[in-house]
């Protein structure tokens, strides 16, 4: 996007020639917007005039605002002060803007005058926003020549149809800009500002505008008065030292996040604010610092407000100002002035309507009644309005599935303004205790619950707040306490707390697997020991099995498979008529026998039968499956299991001799181990035993299972780390390279013996192994006659051979040089008898070609060296005196490949 400068340049131009003699001395002002529907806004402007003696026509009835690139403008009438002048004025002017003069002001006044009118805007996109006047008021200090340079504004807006960003309203600003400071003294303005959208503010200090709409000349910065400011709007001036009136440009971006939830600058306003530092001897009021905080939506909220004038014992005024105060439901702020101390009450009960993702800024005011100056203090602080959790959690175990139910949160439903557009249901594995903090929105990650459904709230019908958790079509495990938190998320994004925990488990009324332990390792031989658990008989107080809807018999059936994935095969069974009786079902253990434990896992479950009919399957629970790897003087384990339970440690046994007893060498939490210092060539063998536990305190723990053993040899197939090239230097002049490199046995490598050397001659070029050295030589050095240029890399290797990667290249370069002379004398005294170049080094070739002034061709050659007599190609004959043109292409040898040079010029051949 565009915009002509020159034209508004010209514009302003023109404008100040023809209006100089009817200035409106403006002192500060600002655009601002909002949004009526659609692409249509009300566009207001604010200006502040000079009130002083020779401003009598300082207030313009109306304004005109001109639109992107001056294609379009909006006349704007006046709408505040009198009107009856403004009608019968010919020349737009009219004195009744409305006087603020504060009383004692030393230099001029002050009077308010605001525009106001709509404007459609054609299509969604960035549209700019121009107010020009010719004048400002004079004496501005960082202005130079301030009475003679224009006034203007810009804003930008942007009418957005993207999702998620929507229309925009500017920020609204409500302290004034026009403000007053001592001299000596710490001065602090803020505009108050607030988003109608919540959209996210930055400030930042910028350049007065003037002619064109562009920084004024010789404008001097905020920066170098020591001006800054913060992230929440405080202008910051510490501290002004020059008396008189100064004018500073704070830029406001808005920031609004879309449906990716990637920020976009919305829209951009600016603020020119004129300071009068005047000189006092008072001191500005101090506001009690203010913590940030947090209301949940429908709660009473009450913040005492502290402000203090100790020193000079001013009278002090609080006031308040920010979006709460101007929100239905809204913020009020009550406060008295006072001398000395003085004390103010923020108090607001949002309702779910006012839920937002971003918080809210309120920004208090301390202002004595010192004159000429009244001196103020700022203090900001931000609440976040955030959702009651959803309430009346309730779970409730169904087979292999557990159902949540819950209500949605007080005064929260779909009507509430800001609407709840899903639940999010989170699980953990456990049952540990989880106090929700309601400023805290959402689960945080820390907390170990992980998100495993979502419920659409805005269906219709409404849907009932209930969500079946089967593990995504698996089934909960039996022996596991689950714990859940549900939270509503609402339409801006913004979630709530998370509500009260509930936890549950499965109803005992299927076996639990505790142990799959291998006993044996063997091919052909393997043993792996079985156990489990049986269901519990139900009672009053604990739903389990219910043996009078499920009779006898009661038959376990043990089921199995190789390897973690596979269609299981009854390898057990075990049937008795009574489950309670001192002849009931009591068999829970089972080694299976004649299994390749050896190459593979094995995976097991225990159907459970009731009169013949399946009443339930427990959880599959594999053996611990262990891979050993041979490395260099190393052997690295790792192990696989998939079970119910949560194996929490494993512990690593070596075998001590062949054939003979294990020792633990070590545990850790990972399913990885790496076993060093071992001698290569050796063969170890190992075990791993796991610890677990469910999460069911009832059930017997510590679980211990054994993994088969496996075994490795270590054996060094790892190349060392590479060395790492340090220096290289190439001698155009001696035509010597010189090398330098570490050695990785320093470092990174302990058993390298000898380097190898790669060259290529350019630098894309396959590499060449050119020689090799001893692991004590680090230094290379060699000449090329031809060329110098080129790229090297060089590799470790160690005594098995094994060949690290290449280091990182390093290059050197040809100082290339090519001249000829521009006269021979072709008189046979062997003196400059024969054309040849006066400097000639690192040239592959060239392409020369020689023309008498009547263009003909009398001499060409590829040869670098030319070694030309003078004699004409065709004829053989010498050519004859004169002077002759030459073209000739040079071929210089470079490591990034040929690069051709051309040279042009003259030739004088002479006999004598």
Known sequence: MRYSIKYIFFLFLFAGLALQSRATHNRSGEITYSCLGGNTYKIRVTTYTNNGSGSLAADRCFQTIFIDNLLDSIV??????????CGNNQQGFAHDG?????????????????????????????????????????????????????????????????????????????????????????????????????????????????????PIPGYTPAASLNVTIDNIGNLIWNVPTALGEYNFAILITEWRKDNDGVYHIIGKTLRDLQVNVQPCQDHPPQIKPIKDTCIVAGTPFTQIVLAYDTIDHDLVTLTANGAPFNMNPAATFTSTASVGIVSGTVSWTPNCGQISAQPYLITIKAEDNNSPVKLVDFESFYIRVVAP???NVTATANGASIVLNWQAPNACGSGSGNAIVNYLIYRKNECTPYQADPCITGVPSTAGYTHIGTLAALTNPPPALTFTDNNNGAGLAQGVD???????????????AASTQVCQHLVRDVPIVINVSVDTTDAQAGEVWVRWIKPLLSTSTVPSLDTITSPGPYEFRLMQHNNFTGTFVQVYSVSKTYFAHITALSDTTYTDVHLNTQNNPYTYKIDFYCNNQLKGSSQTASSVFLKATGLARRVQLSWQFQVPWLNNKAYIYRQLTPGGGYALIDSTTLTQYTD?????????????????????????????????????????QEAPCPPVITNITGNCTSQLTSLSWTNPNNSCSNDAVYYNLYFTAVQDSPFVKIDSFPIHVTVFQTDFSASIAGCYAITAVDSFGNESVKSTMACVDNCPEYELPNIITTNGDNINDFFIPVKNRFVKDIDLKIYNRWGELVFETKEAPINWDGKNKTSKQACTDGTYYYVCEVHMIRYTGIETKLLKGFLQILKN
């Open 76 to 85: 704007l009438p006046r709408i505040n002060g009198g009107t009856a002048t």
């Open 98 to 214: 409305f006087d603020i003069t504060p009383a004692g002001t030393s230099q001029g006044g002050y009077r308010l005058n605001i525009y106001e009118g709509a404007y459609t805007f054609q299509g969604s996109s960035w549209h700019i926003l121009y107010m020009f006047d010719p004048n400002r008021n004079a004496g501005s200090n960082n202005i130079p020549n301030s009475v003679n340079v224009p006034f203007a504004l810009v804003d930008t807006i942007y009418t957005s149809n993207v999702p998620g960003l929507g229309t925009n309203n500017s920020p609204v600003l409500t302290f004034p800009p026009i403000d007053q400071a001592c001299g000596g003294q710490i001065f602090i303005h803020n505009p108050g500002a607030y988003d109608p959208d919540q959209d996210s503010l930055s400030y930042s200090l910028t350049s007065c505008l003037g002619l064109g709409g562009t």
């Open 389 to 391: 959790p959803p309430k």
């Open 482 to 496: 689950y714990s859940y938190l549900i939270v509503a998320q609402f339409a801006d994004g913004s979630l709530s």
């Open 676 to 716: 060093t210092n071992l001698v290569n060539g050796k063969n170890y063998c190992y075990k791993i035993k796991t610890t677990g536990s469910y999460s069911d305190v009832t059930i017997y723990k510590p679980l211990i299972n054994w993994s088969q053993k496996a075994c490795a040899t270590p054996v060094d």
